[in-house]
T-cell receptor, first 112, second 115 residues
């Protein structure tokens, strides 16, 4: 069955460092992959989308890589700030009107 | 982008009762989606609601338990019927930017506790 794995353990990093979150998937051929941020008591907020034919995408301090051979995406936040503390979800879709499947998320804590 | 509001934001309900959750979007959209997020879990799609047709339910979710209405292009409701404590969850609606689920915008969610 299709499976998306994100590190369930919280990631604690020092302010100013680069945070790297991992999303691995199996039995899936995604057309694109998305990353969302979710704060407690709020709905997810879209951050970045990367397509299967793209290796890397950047937006301000955020960078996403997508390796369809390794079946893995890495999400980087450079120069991390305490305000970046949140849960980050990856989501995969096979394209078109296919259902999007979400991972369980990784909680990031940036320590001042 | 789309701005989505949900009502109520939270509720505490008794077993056996029903709750209707409203979702309002500030622009017209073809497809709206309803998700459930149980404590510590990720989002699970309940159903897709298209205006003018019956909602499409995912495996494990049925219309009798989660009836959905979609009267126009900016509004939808999800009813959680005959509730049990297992229905305690956060319920979220979302819309997609291109009709499908690419780049979704989510509402703030409705936190439901069933006693």
């Amino acid at each position: 069955s299709q499976k998306i794995e994100q590190n369930s353990e919280a990631l604690n990093i020092q302010e100013g460092k680069t945070a790297t979150l991992t999303c691995n998937y199996t039995n899936y051929s995604p057309a694109y992959l998305q990353w969302y941020r979710q704060d407690p008591g709020r709905g997810p907020v879209f951050l970045l989308l990367i397509r299967e034919n793209e290796k890397e995408k950047r937006k301000e301090r955020l960078k996403v890589t997508f390796d369809t051979t390794l079946k893995q995406s890495l999400f980087h936040i450079t120069a991390s700030q305490p305000a970046d503390s949140a849960t980050y979800l990856c989501a995969l879709n096979s394209g078109g009107y296919q259902k999007v499947t979400f991972g369980t998320g990784t909680k990031l804590q940036v320590i001042p | 982008s789309a701005v989505i509001s949900q009502k109520p934001s939270r509720d505490i309900c008794q077993r056996g009762t029903s709750l209707t959750i409203q979702c309002q979007v500030d622009s017209q959209v073809t497809m709206m989606f309803w998700y459930r997020q149980q404590p510590g879990q990720s989002l699970t799609l309940i159903a897709t609601a298209n205006q003018g047709s019956e909602a499409t339910y995912e495996s494990g979710f049925v219309i009798d338990k989660f009836p959905i209405s979609r009267p126009n292009l900016t509004f939808s409701t999800l009813t959680v019927s005959n509730m049990s404590p297992e229905d305690s969850s956060i319920y979220l609606c979302s819309v997609g930017t291109s009709g499908g689920q690419e780049t979704q915008y989510f509402g703030p969610g409705t936190r439901l506790l069933v006693l």
